[in-house]
């Protein structure tokens, strides 16, 4: 079995106000110097069988319609080993 | 005969019953749609209520948008059948791609809980007829997903085609004032090309008696003007 990792972020032009809340509450923690956080998703797949290209290209056009809505998100596919 | 309005049942759905209602007291017979069947049971029209379908799990609406009965819904609405969608329906009918854009966290991240101002930009959907262009109306607003977002190319079409049908409007303060979310150009609704499919994200289904919230009834003239239309076909 291999794993197949989806990551779906807000594209750069997207506000994120989850983001700023979590970057406004690090100086009070004592973590300075990081100057803009972004919140994201990450999914993790399972796969059965072998991830050859066409087990890919279905991730993808899963990834494109149903776990990013890509009017708003981007999303990156790669394979774990 | 009496016109038929379907009303969607997703599990998570809250507001199907007091839009079941609403369509009552506006003269039309309910009908109650279950989100796993395909069957629209003949109604004239539908109408996807508010709550948090499949617990907003991935994005709000994400889900049930796979489920057979918007497979049909959407084949309906493509062919001139009236759509409306209420707080989560809006987002389940971006989701579906049937309205453009999409919805996103609140800029202020808390839920939001109040009677909002309305600005009618349009009359001329299947659900404004009974507005006058630029009336300002006072219905519930209760959400925390409901920043619409589009890119600005999409919002200028939007704009020039006359589809933005109700944006957030400033007022008394009793009434709700101003933008309550960070809605890109203070949208609160907008139509399709053909204005029979509609979404918004406050809640007409809940301003339709005087015993209720601002008693002045604005939400009813959504399902009134539904109902002319579809007399007059």
Not at chain 1, 23 to 37: C, E, F, K, M
Not at chain 2, 19 to 40: F, I, M, N, S
Request: hydrophobic share 40%.
């Amino acid at each position: 079995m291999a794993r197949v990792v989806v990551d779906v972020m807000l594209k750069p032009e997207i506000l994120d106000p989850q983001g700023q809340a979590v970057q406004r509450a690090l100086p009070r923690l004592g973590y300075t110097g990081i100057s803009d956080v972004r919140q994201g998703k990450r999914f993790e797949l399972e796969v059965d069988g072998p991830v050859d290209d066409a087990a890919l290209a279905r991730i993808r056009e899963m990834a494109e319609t149903f776990l990013a809505n890509t009017v708003i998100e981007d999303f990156n596919v790669k394979v774990e080993s | 005969m009496t016109a038929r309005i379907g009303v969607v049942t997703f599990p998570g759905t809250l507001d199907d019953r007091d839009t079941q209602r609403a369509v009552r007291l506006a003269g039309a017979e309910p009908v109650a749609l279950w989100h796993r069947d395909k069957d629209l049971r003949q109604v004239d029209a539908v109408v996807l209520p508010g709550g948090f379908s499949y617990g907003d799990y991935l994005r709000a609406g994400a889900i049930s948008r796979f489920s057979p009965m918007m497979e049909t819904i959407i084949e309906q609405a493509k062919g001139g059948m009236p759509v409306l969608g209420i707080c989560n329906g809006f987002q389940v009918l971006t989701e579906a791609h049937l309205l453009p854009g999409a919805m996103l966290r609140n800029t202020g991240l808390h839920f939001v809980c109040r009677d909002q101002r309305l600005r009618v930009e349009t009359s001329g959907t299947a659900w404004t007829g009974d507005f006058t262009a630029g009336q300002e109306i006072s219905i519930p607003l209760k959400n925390i997903d409901g920043r619409y977002t589009a890119d600005p190319r999409t919002l200028d079409e939007l704009e020039a085609e006359g589809r933005v049908v109700f944006r957030y409007a400033a007022g008394p303060v009793a009434d709700g004032y101003g933008n309550p979310n960070g809605s890109l150009r203070d949208i609160a609704g907008i139509s399709n090309a053909a204005g029979n499919v509609v979404g918004l994200m406050p809640h007409p289904e809940h301003a339709v008696e005087s015993l209720i919230g601002t008693g002045r009834r604005d939400g009813l003239a959504f399902f009134t003007s539904v109902l002319k239309g579809l007399v007059s076909v």
